[in-house]
């Protein structure tokens, strides 16, 4: 299979969130980056599909500023076979349309078999990159996969529902997936893997140079909410006391 | 079971800090210059290379300009030159400025720097010249081949809580390589075990450790002057505490602002970070972070004990560099520029090392050789005794500084060398003084352990068998719950210890994924009965600008 992995570089969980004084984005000086969590596991998803099916190249794509460097030389350690690095210079793009137009322009001439995306973001959490490149690249498409399985030209996927539910769906290929986190065993890079990775190949492509369109919708304000804590004591007899409670619990809180 | 990795190698050096980097990347070049086929990697536990870098930091650009003579024309990510700088002796309410600080104490052409970001240019610098540096793999075991030591074992991943494999369970690596330089920073885990089998310390002063706690905090726009320097001393610490406060102005109006202080103070009951909160309820301290936000928080400790608790540097097979050999200069209160040179002269022993094909100590030990005969010494051997005249307190200590100044660092202005003693051995039985009753922690200007943790990023995987080993957690319960009042739950700065339980039930409990690897349980520890070892790969914290 040859398949095309969109990665992308997102604040670290445990980074402190903060800022910029312009209000429009964070502060960056006090993030450390990591690879999304649900495209880490994309990742091992399209090693492992290879791996299964006997062969076939794996290409991480990653757009963002010269920072995403690091987890593009991840990809490569942990095991894909090259990279294509869309860049950007300011923080990045934020309208999922343009991404996924970018995304699209700059691997619809490879002619992948698979498209393989985290399900979501964990900054902007959009979730909406994978479905739009399948309907750009005219591709079948799932979300929320939890399983694959090659099928000869299909591949059949395992797609979690609500409430422990989960459906099988069987696509022809070429597809694109958007891929839940925790279907795989993800892989540490091994040593020698982070030594090849240096020989490996990542291609830079301007993302001036592909034809994205005009963004529609952008950041305008990010505010941190004021954690508020407000403790009521209800007193009085306990009939009267319920009474409020199931007030509170209903019509406040709205857990009843 | 997947297998256990084998690279081989030529030089590997432990810990991607500056000692290494600088070390590595002058060995690359020699290597080039002489033609020499042979590869040089390094080994970091973080996740990146940094993320475990905290100083305070005023670097000397001496060994940054050795090594990148261009160095004003690269982008190398300091802060500022030093533009201001200021000493001041503090009483509880008020600041009296030094009317004199003597040119050795002075900063001028030196910069505020982030090692953060110094280390992550030095790494970036290292890679671009064709070294590997493998993040996220900790040294825990040295390999050896008889007394030569042959190579680095690398931490196992995914171990549970009970010690046994989980599904992704792989094992460490073994790299072999011709020399194994340890540049683990302050009391390195490796460091430690080898200088126990060898007895490296043997007829040298035992090694005195202080530790640095800061926090980063964002000021108002326009408020503050990037490489604004000031120094503290008395407030909070007093005078029979070494140590003192420091204040830096960086770029984009962060105030770098933190203290430090001697881990041989005598009072069980001190709690460093709790000092550090109250250096910030002194008025003058608090007017300079009014109205900014703290983001970030770290600790770390640091080698205070000076030239005559360096260590033998070397064994067959293996060196010592930087902090983990001791080198700072406690008077200048730096040691980066004194890292990065000490690995630069052990590549040079290195590259020598190659030509004659000879990895022994007799060999390897050309490094020391090249210490003694570098302006590393002559810096180090000047302030020989600056740390060993606190133990009387902060007026002798000034005095014997001063009086150093003129007679080239002897002691008490007479004699060669003076002793160190063991800090963790200074501190006296008995009841704790109390000294934080009026700490309160607002979370605004001033912050519990826990809070501060938050601002360090701190994460461990929960699920492995906690990095801290306790020997005999028994005595926790009942030797030093008597003796000490357990000074693990207030020396360690991230709230990592714990007792809990009452009567039968009283135990030690350890919160290790608060672990900020300061070392400071390591070496503070009255009984010693506490290892630091390094816990799964990528764990820790994840400093960026520290």
């Known amino acids: ?221 990010l505010h ?12 009085g007899e306990a009939d009267q006391s319920v009474g409020r409670l199931v007030e509170v619990l209903k019509s406040e809180l709205r857990v009843l | 079971m997947p297998e256990r990795e084998v690279l081989e190698l030529d030089v590997l050096f432990v810990g991607a800090g500056p000692a290494s980097l600088a070390g590595a990347i002058k060995l690359n070049r020699l290597f080039k210059e002489s033609g020499q086929d042979a590869s040089v990697a390094v080994l970091e536990k973080a996740a990146e290379v940094g993320a475990h870098s905290l100083s305070g930091a005023i670097v000397d650009p001496r060994s940054i300009a050795e090594l990148f003579p261009n160095y004003k024309e690269l982008n190398i990510p300091v802060e500022a030159e030093v533009s201001e700088e200021r000493m001041y002796y503090l009483t509880e309410k008020k600041k009296l400025p030094f009317p004199y600080v003597p040119p050795s104490m002075r900063h001028h052409g030196c910069y505020v720097t982030s090692i953060g970001k110094l280390t992550r240019w030095l790494g970036e610098q290292a890679e671009n010249e064709g070294i590997d540096i493998f993040c996220g793999f900790p040294g825990t075991e040295l390999i050896y081949d008889a007394d030569t030591v042959i190579g680095v074992r690398t931490g196992d991943r995914g171990i549970d809580k009970h010690g046994e494999q989980k599904p992704q369970f792989e094992p460490g690596a073994d790299i072999h390589a011709k020399v194994v330089v340890l540049g683990e920073g302050t009391r390195g885990s490796l460091t430690k075990q080898l200088i126990r089998k060898f007895d490296l310390m043997e007829g040298k002063n035992p090694q005195v450790w202080a530790i640095g706690i800061k926090e980063l905090w964002q000021m108002p726009q326009g408020t503050v002057t990037p490489g604004y320097v000031a120094h503290t001393m008395n407030f909070p610490l007093g005078h029979d505490i070494f140590g003192g406060g420091f204040i830096y102005g960086m770029q984009n109006d962060i105030l770098d602002i933190g203290l430090v202080i001697g881990l041989d103070y005598k009072n069980p009951g001190i709690d460093p970070h709790h000092e550090f909160q109250r250096l910030k309820m002194h008025p003058w301290v608090r007017s300079l972070i009014e109205g900014g936000e703290m983001v970030s928080y770290g600790a770390k400790s640091l080698p205070e004990g000076g030239w005559f608790s360096i260590p033998k540097l070397t064994v067959d097979g293996a060196m010592l560099i930087g902090d983990s050999a001791g080198f700072m200069n406690g008077q200048r209160l730096k040691g980066i520029h004194l890292a990065m040179k000490s690995g630069m002269l052990a590549a040079e022993a290195i590259a020598e090392a190659f030509a004659s094909n000879d990895f022994s100590d007799a060999s390897l030990n050309s490094f020391a050789d090249k210490v003694n005969g570098s302006w590393l010494k002559d810096e180090l051997w000047k302030v020989r005794n600056f740390h060993q005249g606190f133990d009387r307190g902060l007026l002798a200590g000034l005095m014997n500084s001063g009086l150093g100044l003129f007679t080239g660092g002897r002691g008490w202005g007479l004699k060669n060398k003076l002793p160190s003693h063991n800090g963790h051995e200074l501190m006296q039985k008995g009841a704790a003084a109390e000294r934080y009753a009026d700490l309160e922690f607002d979370g605004k200007y001033i912050f519990d352990k826990v809070t501060d943790v938050y601002h360090s990023a701190t994460s461990h995987e929960e699920d492995q068998v906690p990095h801290l080993h306790v020997s005999d957690p028994d005595i926790c319960k009942t030797k030093c719950a008597e003796e000490y009042g357990n000074p693990c739950e207030k020396f360690c700065p991230a709230d990592v210890y714990e007792m809990t339980g009452e009567g039968e039930d009283r135990r030690l409990q350890i919160n290790f994924s608060n672990c900020v690897h300061c070392k400071t349980c390591d070496i503070m520890d009255p009984y010693q009965i506490i290892d630091w070892v390094p816990p799964e790969g990528g764990d820790g914290p994840a400093w960026v600008n520290l």
Not at chain 1, 79 to 107: M, Q, W, Y
Request: charged share 25%.
């Open chain 1, 224 to 235: 941190i909410p004021k954690a508020e804590k407000r403790t009521e004591m209800i007193s």
């Open chain 1, 1 to 221: 299979m040859k398949i095309a992995v969109l990665i992308k570089q997102v604040p670290g969980s445990d980074s402190p969130l903060r800022l910029n004084p312009a209000g429009d984005w964070i502060d960056e000086n006090v993030v450390a980056y990591e690879m999304n969590e649900s495209d880490s596991y994309a990742l091992e998803e399209a090693m492992q599909i290879n791996e299964r099916s006997g062969g076939g190249e794996v290409v991480a794509v990653c757009m963002g500023p010269d920072r995403v460097q690091k987890i593009i030389r991840e990809a490569l350690a942990k095991g894909a076979d090259r990279a294509i690095h869309i860049k950007e210079n300011d923080h990045g793009e934020t309208d999922p349309l343009v991404i996924a137009k970018v995304l699209s322009e700059a691997v619809k001439s490879e002619e992948f078999d698979l498209v393989l995306s985290g399900l979501q973001s964990d900054d902007l959490g959009m979730g909406q990159t994978g479905v739009l490149i399948g309907e750009m690249l005219g591709m079948a498409t799932a979300t929320l996969v939890m399983a694959t399985e090659i099928q000869d030209r299909n591949i059949k996927v395992k797609r979690e529902l609500e409430a422990g539910w989960f459906q099988w769906v069987t696509l022809p290929l070429p597809a694109s997936l958007a891929i839940q986190s925790g279907l795989n065993q993800v892989r540490y890079p091994s040593l020698k893997g982070i030594m090849g990775a240096k020989k490996k190949e990542i291609k830079v492509v301007e993302k001036s140079d592909l034809n994205g369109g005009d963004s529609k919708q952008s950041l305008t304000n």
